[in-house]
């Protein structure tokens, strides 16, 4: 994508085990208070089973079930001591796969006093921001709590929550693996935990920095904390577990960072990411330009594109944006010039829409192909277009 290789640093996650239980209602029948009676001790009985299974149920092969009584130690605990040998591999970066940040500094009190973030007196250092793909959509959200002391007493301590839709799609510009004594790259070590039917992933170890990552229905999650800070981190966890955080909320702030113009007035923008369609044959329904305060820059640039072209009956919605979410880039069938007919073709016969690698601005840039009505040889006249 560009003159470096881009690194992905993307976590793995363990989806959460579904337990569903279903029962037939029984038709009714006018009963006697005895009936009742009986009908109620059966469904305790049943119930009282139930529930002793449950408690017995082992959790899956290499993961430990939660308890109360668990200690912070007890979620890394099979996450080694650290020790060994490390090797650094570097990669060149141009932008991180975001394109606009608001920051939420400013309403943390507020945040506190609503019981969406935990009230941290002994963390009064801050970096709450909010990170937008250029369509608008949620990237994530991060909230870093950080202690400053004032002499050499000891006590520095960064906390971090990260939460987003999906798994992220991050890159780092160091890579750090352990070496056995051969050389050979040792896998990394976690501990994973069973807890309410979701799983959390724990690792880091000896002076390596401690992270723990789960998955529910509503996003994905990681605290990060310091090495030894294991208790901070556990009881972070614990007090985010009873109020889980909602991200409605700052899907909803995005309004706040973007504007939206049309085309003719951004004749630029994109002008190397959007397919001549005209040439094409193809009639403009709409061109929106998305634009917002560049993450590098915080100059108020073209983030996002989304426009719908007509040609008799088919019909085609082309959008760009920088940044997205690790779906979408492990769903990319390439760049235009190594895309084939026939790969294409398959993809299309899979779902109405193709994402292509681009890159805009030298950053990262997603492009979406949708076919709403036409055939894959309209699209690949438009990726064709595109490859030069």
Same mark, same amino acid.
């Given at each position: 994508?560009?003159?470096?290789?881009?690194?992905?640093?993307?976590?793995?996650?363990?989806? !959460?085990?579904?337990?569903?239980? !279903?029962?037939?209602?029984?038709?009714?029948?006018?009963?006697?208070?005895?009936?009742?009676?009986?009908?109620?001790?059966?469904?305790?009985?049943?119930?009282?089973?139930?529930?002793?299974?449950?408690?017995?149920?082992?959790?899956?092969? #290499?993961?430990?079930?939660?308890?109360?009584?668990?200690?912070?130690?007890?979620?890394?605990?099979?996450?080694?001591?650290?020790?060994?040998?490390?090797?650094?591999?570097?990669?060149?970066?141009?932008? @991180?796969?975001?394109?606009a940040a608001l920051s939420l500094d400013g309403e943390r009190e507020a945040l506190e006093m609503e019981g969406v973030l935990p009230?941290?007196? &002994?963390?009064? #250092?801050?970096?709450?921001? !909010?990170?937008?793909? #250029?369509?608008?959509?949620?990237?994530?959200?991060?909230?870093?709590?950080?202690?400053?002391?004032?002499?050499?007493?000891?006590?520095?301590?960064?906390?971090?929550?990260?939460?987003?839709?999906?798994?992220?799609?991050?890159?780092?510009?160091?890579?750090?693996?352990?070496?056995?004594?051969?050389?050979?790259?040792?896998?990394?070590?976690v501990t994973v935990t069973l807890r309410d039917g979701v799983e959390i992933r724990a690792e880091g170890s000896g002076r390596e920095?401690?992270?723990?990552?789960?998955?529910?229905?509503?996003?994905?999650?990681?605290?990060?904390?310091?090495?030894?800070?294991?208790?901070?981190?556990?009881?972070?966890?614990?007090?985010?577990? &009873?109020?889980?955080?909602?991200? &409605?909320?700052?899907?909803?702030?995005?309004?706040?960072?973007?504007?939206?113009?049309?085309?003719?007035?951004?004749?630029?923008?994109?002008?190397?990411?959007?397919?001549?369609?005209?040439?094409?044959?193809?009639?403009?329904?709409?061109?929106?330009?998305?634009?917002? @305060?560049?993450?590098?820059?915080?100059?108020?640039?073209?983030?996002?594109?989304?426009?719908?072209?007509?040609?008799?009956?088919?019909?085609v919605r082309w959008s760009l944006s920088l940044g997205a979410d690790k779906d979408a880039w492990d769903d990319c069938i390439g760049?235009?010039?190594?895309?084939?007919?026939?790969?294409?073709?398959?993809?299309? !016969?899979?779902?109405?829409?193709?994402?292509?690698?681009?890159?805009?601005? #030298?950053?990262?840039?997603?492009?979406?192909?949708?076919?709403?009505?036409?055939?894959?040889? &309209?699209?690949?006249?438009?990726?064709?277009?595109?490859?030069?």
């Open positions: 994508m560009t003159d470096g290789d881009f690194v992905l640093d993307s976590l793995e996650y363990l989806d !959460a085990e579904l337990i569903e239980e !279903a029962g037939r209602e029984a038709p009714r029948k006018r009963r006697t208070w005895p009936g009742w009676a009986a009908a109620a001790a059966c469904l305790c009985l049943l119930l009282g089973i139930g529930l002793l299974l449950r408690s017995r149920q082992a959790a899956p092969e #290499g993961v430990q079930k939660w308890s109360p009584t668990m200690s912070a130690a007890d979620y890394f605990k099979d996450c080694g001591n650290g020790e060994g040998p490390k090797r650094m591999s570097f990669a060149a970066l141009v932008m @991180p796969p975001y394109a009230a941290m007196e &002994d963390h009064s #250092g801050q970096d709450l921001t !909010a990170y937008y793909n #250029g369509d608008g959509s949620l990237y994530k959200v991060t909230f870093w709590w950080m202690q400053r002391p004032y002499d050499d007493r000891g006590g520095y301590s960064d906390l971090r929550l990260t939460a987003a839709p999906k798994e992220l799609h991050e890159v780092s510009d160091v890579v750090m693996n352990r070496l056995d004594d051969l050389g050979r790259e040792i896998p990394p070590q920095a401690r992270t723990l990552t789960w998955q529910t229905e509503e996003g994905w999650y990681q605290l990060y904390g310091d090495a030894d800070r294991e208790e901070e981190l556990v009881t972070l966890l614990d007090w985010f577990w &009873d109020h889980p955080l909602a991200l &409605d909320r700052f899907r909803n702030a995005a309004a706040e960072c973007f504007t939206v113009s049309p085309r003719s007035e951004q004749p630029e923008a994109f002008r190397e990411q959007i397919p001549d369609f005209a040439a094409l044959g193809y009639t403009a329904e709409s061109e929106l330009v998305y634009l917002a @305060p560049r993450v590098d820059t915080g100059e108020r640039a073209p983030v996002g594109f989304e426009g719908v072209y007509v040609r008799g009956e088919t019909r760049y235009p010039k190594m895309i084939r007919e026939e790969a294409l073709a398959a993809a299309l !016969a899979e779902k109405d829409h193709v994402n292509l690698d681009l890159l805009s601005f #030298g950053c990262p840039c997603m492009a979406t192909l949708r076919l709403e009505r036409g055939t894959s040889a &309209d699209a690949w006249e438009i990726v064709a277009s595109l490859a030069g």
